[in-house]
C-alpha cells in the first residue's frame, strides 16, 4: 500500500555513465520500501533516460530527485547545462536510431514531463522532470 504523507530523496551523481545504474537501483529500493513497487519498471526507465542525457551531455555533476506527493510520483534530473533539453521527436518516428529516443520515452511514459532552468549550490544548470500518477 502506497504512503500518504508526502516524502522527497536527492542523490548527487558524479559525471559518469554508472551513475545510471546506481540511480536507477537506488530508485528501485526506494518505490519498494514506500510500497510503490507497481511504479517501479516505468519509473526506473525514466529515471534512466533523466541520468543518462544529464551525464552524456554535460560535462559536471548532476543530481536524481524523487518526490511523492498526492498520489504523484516526480522524478527529475539537474544538470549544469542551463540550456533545454532537446524537444522530443515522435516516437514511432524514430524507428531503430541510436540517438534522440530519450525525451520521446519521457513524453510518451510519464502523464506530465517538463523543465526549467536551475541554480544549485552556485551552478547553473536545469531540472528536467516527469511524474507518474499511482494507479492504487
Avoid: F
Wanted: proline letters at 7%.
Amino acid at each position: 500500500m502506497p504512503e500518504t504523507e508526502p516524502w522527497e530523496y536527492t542523490l548527487y551523481i558524479p559525471n559518469d555513465v554508472r551513475a545510471v545504474t546506481v540511480s536507477r537501483r537506488t530508485l528501485r529500493l526506494i518505490l519498494t520500501v514506500h510500497g510503490l513497487i507497481g511504479l517501479v519498471d516505468t519509473a526506473e526507465l525514466l529515471a534512466s533516460e533523466l541520468v543518462a542525457n544529464a551525464v552524456r551531455h554535460t560535462k559536471g555533476p548532476a543530481a536524481l530527485r524523487v518526490c511523492w506527493s498526492g498520489g504523484v510520483l516526480r522524478i527529475g534530473a539537474w544538470d549544469t547545462d542551463p540550456g533545454p533539453p532537446e524537444p522530443p521527436g515522435e516516437l514511432e518516428r524514430l524507428g531503430d536510431a541510436e540517438e534522440g529516443r530519450g525525451m520521446a520515452l519521457v513524453r510518451a511514459c510519464s502523464d506530465l514531463w517538463g523543465w526549467q532552468p536551475l541554480t544549485r549550490n552556485g551552478n547553473r544548470g536545469k531540472y528536467v522532470w516527469c511524474e507518474l500518477t499511482s494507479a492504487a
